[in-house]
């Protein structure tokens, strides 16, 4: 099985500021990774399909690169928003595994 | 409008049983692949399943012999009977649509199952 090291676990930033979280898969996966964001209590939210799709009606300020193992997921500006886990998913031979999440909060 | 709702869920003894269901509206179960996808209180999302749209499924290791994943298209309800359950299932169970870039583009409300004694 395929597995995800997202790091880092919880990341401290101020509105405004640029936030990046990396991915790494055990092995390589091609394209095929996604990132979500989720609230408190709330169901996740496709951001980022294939890499670095952005999903319609995401704000542009989200955006994700990367391919083979290696991946990264980037807020240009935090809003008020946006504090809240994110989590990359990676699919493979129709089997999907989640990294761990990172938790973005109030500096 | 796309959407997905769970319910089924409570509390039961290890060693129980327990059906999920997911009923969704806005597209049809059977020409999409859906999947479930649960979260134990305060940690992280773990895939548990998935059937496509030809009717194959799979599963997570965790789950692997004791949860099956089904579906009735007359109905377009997505079902997860689970059993043998143990402390560990305990969690949040979400059902979510597969998207054709191979992620989940919507989800359901969630399920709470709580596995104790």
């Known amino acids: 099985d395929i597995q995800m090291t997202q790091s880092p676990s919880t990341l401290s930033a101020s509105v405004g500021d640029r936030v990046t979280i990396t991915c790494r898969a055990s092995q390589s996966i091609g394209g095929w990774l996604a990132w979500y964001q989720q609230k408190p209590g709330k169901a996740p939210k496709l951001l980022i399909y294939k890499a670095s799709s952005l999903e319609s009606g995401v704000p542009s300020r989200f955006s994700g690169s990367g391919s083979g193992t290696e991946f990264t997921f980037t807020i240009s500006s935090l809003q008020a928003d946006d504090f809240a886990s994110y989590y990359c998913?990676?699919?493979?031979?129709?089997?999907?595994?989640f990294g761990q999440g990172t938790k973005v909060e109030i500096k | 409008e796309v959407q997905l709702v769970e319910s089924g869920g409570g509390l039961i003894q290890p060693g129980g049983s327990l059906r999920l269901s997911c009923a969704v509206s806005?597209?049809?179960?059977?020409?999409?692949?859906i999947n479930w996808v649960r979260q134990a209180p305060g940690k992280g999302l773990e895939w548990v399943s998935v059937?496509?749209?030809?009717?194959?499924?799979n599963y997570a290791d965790s789950v692997k012999g004791r949860f099956t994943i089904s579906r009735d298209n007359s109905k377009n309800i997505l079902y997860l009977q689970m059993n043998s359950l143990r402390a560990e299932d305990t969690a949040v169970y979400y059902c979510?649509?597969?998207?054709?870039?191979?992620?989940?583009?919507?989800w359901g409300q969630g399920s709470l199952v709580t596995v104790s004694s």
């Open positions: 059937i496509f749209s030809g009717g194959s499924t």
């Open positions: 979510a649509r597969g998207s054709s870039g191979w992620a989940f583009d919507h």
């Open positions: 998913q990676q699919y493979s031979s129709y089997s999907w595994t």
């Open positions: 806005g597209f049809t179960v059977s020409t999409n692949y």
